[in-house]
């Protein structure tokens, strides 16, 4: 609805600040908003890469102006949002597929044991940028920068084979040479034997999280909180209602509204 604060904010592709919901000529106001006595409220656009997922927006009953800090961190909160969702409908499509493997949304790598790649699914494929062709063979350090080569060899193939499993964080290189902070998990692979026969991990590009910690203090609480929930894979609805009381504590505000697109 074109003349809804949420079709506003479609059409518009940008964040919207309302300062009086009362006398805002732009749209016509949300009856349940100006039920509740809302007067002024900022909404953004959850984003994905294809198309709109929703809006999201924060409302006080009091006037108030939202300032460019306040839209900006209601933007990184609905980036989050847009990945759990994104996130969730990747997983359902691999559950409705036979090659999970290759239709999950992280970055899955195998390789020997001497760390050449030997499996490279499409997650891999958009998160660094080469084909399984270009990757296949390879040994594993071409995904990372010159300087993070001893790193590699020491701290994560070197740890593993000693641990069996391993988690950290650390800086990767996609194929156009941008470097990017990424959460890996990864384990040794073993035949029925128990021999180990090379090793496996998933890649997840972190940026959004990094990107939140330069938020300030309060904000970055609940910018974690959020990013935390979404690693554990929680219920989708669940979260996003965590979302929405956190974004209306660091506001303050009085409500917090979502519109979601089908």
């Known amino acids: 609805d074109a003349g809804s604060q949420a079709g ?8 919207v600040v309302v300062e009086d919901l009362r006398t805002e000529s732009r749209f016509t106001g949300p009856p349940l908003l100006l039920d509740h006595d809302v007067v002024s409220g900022v909404s953004v656009i959850i984003s994905a890469r294809d198309r709109p997922f929703g809006i999201l927006g924060a409302h006080t009953i009091s006037k108030r102006k939202f300032d460019q800090d306040s839209v ?3 933007q990184v909160v609905a980036n989050v949002l847009a990945t759990a969702i994104e996130r969730k409908s990747a997983e359902e499509e691999s559950r409705r597929q036979a090659q999970i493997l290759s239709q999950i949304h992280d970055a899955v790598v195998a390789t020997d044991l001497d760390a050449h790649v030997t499996s490279w699914n499409r997650g891999a494929v958009r998160l660094f940028g080469y084909s399984t062709k270009e990757a296949i063979g390879r040994h594993i350090s071409f995904v990372y920068p010159e300087d993070m080569r001893q790193f590699l060899e020491e701290k994560i193939i070197g740890a593993l084979k000693e641990q069996e499993v391993l988690e950290t964080e650390v800086q990767m290189r996609r194929k156009s040479g941008d470097r ?5 998990s990864l384990s040794m692979l073993r035949d029925n034997d128990g021999k180990a026969t090379g090793m496996i991990g998933y890649s ?7 990107q939140a910690e330069q938020v300030s ?3 970055t609480e609940v910018l974690l909180h959020s990013l935390n929930a979404l ?3 929680p219920d989708l609805d669940t979260f996003l209602g965590e979302v929405l009381i956190a974004v209306t504590q660091v506001f303050n505000a009085h409500s917090c509204s979502l519109w979601l697109y089908g």
Request: aromatic letters at 10%; proline letters at 0%; glycine letters at 4%.
């Open 8 to 15: 506003f904010t479609l059409l518009s592709n940008e964040a």
């Open 231 to 233: 690693t554990t894979n």
């Open 204 to 210: 997840v590009d972190i940026t959004a999280r990094k």
């Open 180 to 184: 990017f902070d990424a959460h890996l």
């Open 72 to 74: 900006d961190f209601l």
């Open 217 to 219: 203090r309060g904000q």
